[in-house]
């Protein structure tokens, strides 16, 4: 599918964005190796979640999907039965990695594949240290690659050091460290998303976390299961901070988003390239924090985007991009390497795409640096069937002089089913 997005005159109006896809992984896998049945609502009907249900269901989970909400039957933690079939995680990261943790552990065989796209994206990197754990895994093209086949077994505890901070890996770690004999340490270069660590804290695990390190320690119990509200996703709503920001006339709520600090680093960082953000109503819901966003026409500024930074808003480098762009001075975005093993390669797709819209932005090997010219021209793009950069292309679309195309417009499905009617819905014309 292809979508034409007019620069707009004004962009006025209240955004809800959908629910997190981080915490609704989380929330239907640990629910599903649970004791009892959980309610979870506002959870994100995006392709990458389906993919997540369809596999426990097919590991023997009752998931009832209704539009507004989750009813999981918990099965407990030795419930899960042996799939039929090859699981498909898709699309989708998240399920595949954290899959692959919780099924070293079950006492019978899986194979889990993806699409083209998931297909070519580093496995090795839950395959070590499972198999340190004692697992019985393997995947194509020497343990690189899925497909991968997981015989599960008995397994013990660890202490790991992950070369590259990730929450995909951590939590696969995490899920296989619930069955392992003696307590798992994982230490990570930089923290990543600690919602997997909240999750099991509040569903009974005790965790000790200091720093960049979780150490888990055994249990004999299975996970109490718990109704989760899945708070909006601050990734989605990037898309709106950032349009607002950038367009002339914009005044945008955005209400409900999570505020998890680390997923927040995206205001962080627009606050500082001098954005026109006003946060209310800050609560908590489910153990994660929550605010209401108001963001507002702004003259922004460049900035220098590194470090602890990069794991606090790595999914939404694509559309600060676009702020860049439209921002005065020389951004450079650094040790954002992982870019390159995402939906797609964020570097050089999100670098080519940008140039087409007339962007002066060069690739680094680990980010990019552009310099802000203050101006976007319409052109034809393409998402490369990735969701976050065909999203960032359309908020660029927003302020381009005349019409962008995205092509492969329909990837938003995978975080954000209704996107495009939400661009719609702020803009007049
Ligand atoms: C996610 C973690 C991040 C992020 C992805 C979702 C998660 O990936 O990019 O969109 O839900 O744990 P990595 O763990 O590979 O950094």
């Known amino acids: 599918m ?63 999907v209704g539009p507004d909400k989750l009813v999981v039957h918990g099965v407990g933690s030795s419930g899960l039965r042996e799939a039929q079939d090859i699981l498909d995680a898709h699309n989708s990261g998240t399920t595949m990695r954290l ?65 590259v901070a990730s929450a995909q890996v951590k939590s696969a770690i995490l899920l296989a460290a619930l069955y392992a004999q003696g307590s798992t340490t994982i230490i990570e270069p930089v923290k990543s998303r600690d919602h997997t660590e909240r999750m099991l804290r509040a569903m009974g695990v005790a965790l000790n976390i200091s720093g960049n390190e979780v150490r888990c320690l055994p249990t004999s119990k299975s996970l109490k299961s718990m109704d989760v509200t899945v708070p909006g996703d601050i990734s989605a709503a990037a898309y709106w901070l950032v349009a607002g920001a950038i367009h002339p006339d914009a005044r945008v709520e955005i209400t409900s988003v999570g ?49 602890e930074l990069i794991p606090r808003l790595i999914d939404e480098i694509p559309v600060l ?57 319409g052109a034809e793009c393409d998402s490369h069937g990735d969701h976050r950069l065909a999203m960032a292309l359309g908020v660029a679309g927003l302020v381009a002089a005349g019409d962008t195309v995205v092509y492969n417009a329909e990837a938003v499905n995978a975080s954000y089913p209704g996107f495009w009617q939400d661009l719609n819905m702020l803009s007049t014309r």
């Open 99 to 163: 899959l692959s943790g919780l099924l070293a552990a079950q006492p019978f065989l899986s194979t889990i594949t993806g699409d083209e796209s998931l297909r070519t994206r580093p496995m090795n990197r839950v395959i070590e240290p499972l198999r340190l754990m004692g697992a019985s895994i393997w995947g194509k093209s020497s343990d690189g690659l899925a497909p991968l086949v997981i015989q599960g077994s008995e397994l013990r505890g660890i202490a790991y050091e992950m070369p």
């Open 259 to 307: 505020m998890n600090p680390t997923r927040s680093g995206v205001i962080d960082v627009l606050k500082a390239m001098g954005a026109k953000i006003r946060i209310e109503n800050e609560r908590k819901e489910g153990g994660e924090p929550i605010a209401d966003i108001i963001i507002e026409s702004s003259e922004l500024k460049a900035i220098d985007i590194d470090g």
């Open 321 to 377: 991009a676009m702020a860049a762009a439209m921002a005065k001075g020389k951004t450079t975005i650094r040790d954002a390497g992982e870019l390159r093993v995402k939906e797609s390669d964020r570097i050089t797709s999100t670098t080519t795409e940008l140039r087409k819209l007339g962007a002066e932005i060069e690739e680094l090997l680990d980010g990019m640096v552009i310099h802000g010219t203050g101006k976007l021209t």
């Open 2 to 64: 292809e979508q034409r997005i007019e620069q707009v005159k004004t962009l006025a109006g209240r955004a809800v964005p959908p629910g997190d896809k981080s915490i609704s992984h989380r929330a239907v896998i640990l629910n599903a190796i649970a004791d009892g049945t959980a309610e979870i609502s506002n959870y994100l009907p995006g392709d990458d979640v389906m993919s997540t249900i369809t596999c426990l269901q097919a590991l023997g989970v009752d998931i009832e």
